[in-house]
Every structure is written in C-alpha cells, then in structure tokens.
C-alpha cells in the first residue's frame, strides 16, 4: 500500500511540488466544488477548519498539526487535526460524506470512489460564495435603501399631494352641489310662494264675487217671496212685468264652478336638477333601496314566455318550444307579460332589470287588477291606465301610459334599466344604473297596490340582484 500511495506521488493543485501533499486523480477533475455556502462548513470563524471530533494520536494524546497557510488565497487556517485511521494531516474534503479526510481515504480508504477535493480549494470555494452572498446582500441592501429613501419618499410626496387634491376636489364639488341646490331650493321655493299667492288671490276674487253673487239672490229671493206672499192676486198679475225682471237678475248671477285656476300647480315645486339628485341620493346613497327577495310570479309568466328555475329571468320563446301551460286566472294568455311577486303600496323600492341586447321589450308598474286574459289593450302594457312602462322597440325608447307614447332621447342604449318607486311622493323614475342618468320620470296618484311589470318579445330580461 505504501509503494502505490508514494507512486501517485500526491501533490495540491493550488500549490503544486509542495511537500506531503496529494495530487488529484483523474476521477477528480470532474469534481462538483458547488455545494451550499454553510452546509459544506464543518465549523467557521477565522481561517481555521475544525473538524466535527478530535482524533488521536497512537498514544492517545491529542496531536496538533502546525498552521499552514494558503499563500495563493491568503487564507490561513488554524490548527489541523490529524486521521485516526492513517495518523495523516485532514487536508482534503469529501463532498459525498461533507466531512474532512486525509490523501489515503481518498485513494484507498473508506472515501475511495467519493466527490473529493483539496481543503484549500474547498475552503476557497466556500469563502468565495460567502463573498458572492455578501456582495449580493450589499448590493440588496443599496436597493432597498434607494427604494426607502427615494421610491417610498416620492410616494409619500405623491400620496399628500393627491390627497390634498382629492380632498379639495371632493369640497368643490360638494359646494358647487350645495350652491346649486341651495339656488333650486331658493328659486322653487319662490315659485312655490308665487303660485300659492296666485291660488289665495283667485280664491279671495272668486269668494268676494260669490259672496256678492249670494247677497243678491238672496234679496232677490226674498223680495220674490214677499210679493208672493203679501201682494194680492189681482196685483201680482198686473205685476207681471217687475217679477220677470227681478226673475231674470236672479237667473244672470250664473252657476259657481270649480277651475284649475282655484287648484295650485303641482308642478310648480318640480326640478329636473332637485329630482336627479333625489334620484342619486336614494340610488346610490348608504340607504340605497332594494329588495333580494323580488321574483317573477309563475302564476303570471305567458306561455310565450319561459321561466327560469330561480324565477328571475323571462325569455321569449319562438312558436316550436312553446308549450301548453294549466290555466290559471292570473296567468297572461295573449301578450307576452309577467308581474313580479312583491306588491308595493308603501316606502320607497328600486330594482334593476337586465334587458341585455333585447330589440323589444317593456319595463314598468302596473296594477295588480290589470286584465290578464285576451289580446285587447286591457292586457296590453301601457295601452292602459292600469300600466306605467318604458318601452323599447327597434332602437326607440318611450314612456307609454293609457296609450300615450312620450318619446324619449337616450343617449345609449342602456344593458340594465333600474326603477324607483317612491309611494310618499307617487313618483315612478326610470334610470340608468350604471351612470345614474334619469331616463324619465312621472308623478302619479297611484290608487292601489303596484306590481313590477316586464313584457319582452326579443331575448330575456332578468331580475339583478
């Protein structure tokens, strides 16, 4: 064993014709010097390598190894220990087992076969991806602090300045919407006075010519019966004459009747601008109003009509699909209507309709005592006073009631149409859910319960919760 080992005559790649050290095989040169920065470490700290466990010398004492240095990467080690084994220096490492052997284990020892490489080199390998490790935490580190310093800063400039924008921008807008409504207010309120003033001077005219009226007729009355009572026969026919007069003046003072004039204009407290932003506040408001619970009525559905299985879609059918359904009184035979489930007569409720790319279609209230059976307009929506809807049809837009179209401009062609019922103020509004423009709106005394009403002959409409 002897002769073989001093035959392959060992010596350190990084210095070689040194003295006791071991060359490196053929097997060697395909080495993998690449393994984890600390886990290839058996122990740190200076330039010494320490092994896991001392070894022994042949009389049990410890041997210390003096300190050698590396003077091609000026790494100095400390204390080496030596192989129990074979009593040599540890100076090669086995990447197989990461442990530190002698030059005999590598060639026939228990590392034959093995990764291994010559402790300096590992060594250098080592402190040089500690140093690539430490140049890129240095280099982490400059960028998180121009991040800090530069990116987060910017920001934080960026951030108040927006801020304080968006602050003041809120406050302008906030104001230019209180001195516009604060001005509505003031000019319906004077229109409001205006028109009352106008209804008590008609009524104080009319008061004072009536009451004039009634003093007249009553002494003429009066006169009438005191010559029919006390004026004897032969005179009250030669008076003839004075009794068709006063009979005549009686008759000129006419018959008292009621005018829209004596009657205060309703509208004279109306305004586009006061009921968009009524309209907006209860819409889109924390307080919007909505019902989950709102559902098509089955029992209303047309046959033209399929029902979905939650109840909140209604799609046109073509003449092949239909089918024959039970009769039920509520049930709309001729046109192709549904009513919602939940009656309203009180509060304030919205809803939202999706009529998709629908090319006819119909969206509204109506009473729940609206004629359900036959093709007449009594079961036709909007063709009568029972029903109030939009209507769409090829591309026109327009607010139908007792037959009355009212054509309206809309300015795109809206995927959703909401509704908002306001039963305080009997006021009935279409709108456009995504930008919240009032599409129409009406004032109506509602004498009963309302159903919302839908009817479609191209597509489907659904009900958006």
Known sequence: MTEEFTACDLTYPSSPGAPGEAPRSAADAGMSCEQPIFSALISGGGGG???AASSSCGDGATSPAAATSDTESGIFSGECELCVQHESELDWFCGTEQKLICSHCAIVGSCHGHTVTPLSTRVTTVRNQLVDACEKMQLQALRIEKFINQTLAAKEQKLQAAASAARDRVLAQVSAAREALEEEEQRLLERVQREEERVEQCLLTQRAHWGQALASLTQTRSRLVHTLTHTPDAQLVTNIQDIAERVEEAEGVGEPCDTDKLNMN?????SRLLRGLWATAVLLGPNAYGSSHLRFDGRT??????LSDDLCT????HKKPRQALPYDPARFDCWPNALGSLPMSCGTHSWVLDVGESGAFKVG???AS???KGSGNQARLGENSQSWVLSHYDGDYSFCHAGKKVPLQVARRPQRIGLLLDW????LLFYEPESGAVLFSVTQHFSAALLPACAVTDQSITIVH
């Open 266 to 270: 309703p509208g004279c407290g109306e």
């Open 49 to 51: 390598v320490k092994p």
């Open 365 to 367: 209230v109506c009473y």
């Open 424 to 427: 305080p103020s009997q006021t």
């Open 370 to 372: 609206l004629e359900r």
């Open 314 to 317: 209604v799609t046109f059918l």
């Open 301 to 306: 559905v047309s046959p033209l009509l399929s």
